[in-house]
């Protein structure tokens, strides 16, 4: 009986099956399977005409979904395997792809472990604002607080460490340096967080030879720690009548289902709110409800 004759693919792929084999001593078995993955790869993005350098997470996940139809879920998590090392292949041997896709090739197992985060309703966000005194330092400094965590979804670890060498008024824009994935990022400021922040430098930002943007408020005025942070905004929070658990991080998630509700992409998402991996992102899909039931049943609302 005659040897079925292995097609080729296009050379990155060929190239990548001899990596696989010489650098990660894989059998030829595995090669195999690996080679039939990437056969339907190739065979997609020829379909759909894109190219290696334009590949988005959307169009890798929309293969996935279509490669694997019928398969078992550890089938498909080892398919997910392959993909991934392919892409990371891509991206850090041999520098075709500007970002990193493997760690965004994730399986839908994630999804159903995942803790839906709280969010804060319109009329609750309206009565904490409603809420907010301006009559001390303390004030003026949790209102800079508040609009930071609620319009950039910025962590309090991220907040006590802004300085004032990271905002840029003319441009309305600041500089994130030091975050939890790593990823310095440039966010815009909203007109409201500019005239937050400069009513606290202004009126209640004590002198010091600190660039902290937000200091103690008594003598020695220091940069302050991230729990400072989570206190002056649930303090705020509980004066407001919100729930007992609410915290900083509600207004974070909120920043998120706002961004939702825009239609903002969820990679998009991931780089602003500084997540180091999509699973972290996916999960405030359980909260934009409206979103589901536009995908899930094409519902107009």
Known sequence: MARKQIQRLPAIYEEYLQYRAQARYDSAAQIKQIRRVLAAFNDYLRKTDIKFSKIKIEQVDAFSAEFNVGFSQQTCRIYR???????????????????????????????????????????????????LEFSTAGDLRTYAMIHLAYTLGLRPR???????????????????????????????????????????????????????????????????????????IKRSMRKAGLPSEASAYWLRHTYAQNLLESDVS?????????????????????????????VLFDETL
């Open 81 to 131: 395997t392959y993909l991934r090392g392919f892409l990371k292949y891509l991206y850090q041997e041999r520098k075709i792809l500007k970002r990193d896709l493997a760690s965004l090739v994730v399986g839908p197992h994630i999804f159903s472990r995942a803790k839906p985060p709280t969010f804060l309703r319109t009329h609750e966000v309206q009565r904490l604002f409603a809420g």
């Open 266 to 294: 969820l990679y998009e998402i991931k780089e602003m709110l500084g997540h180091d991996s999509i699973e972290s992102t996916r999960k405030y899909l359980h909260i934009h409800t409206s979103l589901m039931r536009r």
């Open 158 to 232: 991220e907040i006590c460490l802004i300085t004032l060498d990271d905002i840029s008024f003319k441009k309305g824009e600041l500089s994130l340096r030091e975050r939890k994935a790593d990823n310095p990022i440039k966010l815009p400021l909203p007109k409201e967080t500019i005239k937050a922040m400069a009513a606290y430098l202004i009126g209640a930002r004590p002198k010091s030879k600190h660039r902290h943007l937000f200091l103690s408020l008594h003598v020695p005025c220091r940069p302050i720690k991230p729990y400072a942070v989570s206190y002056s």
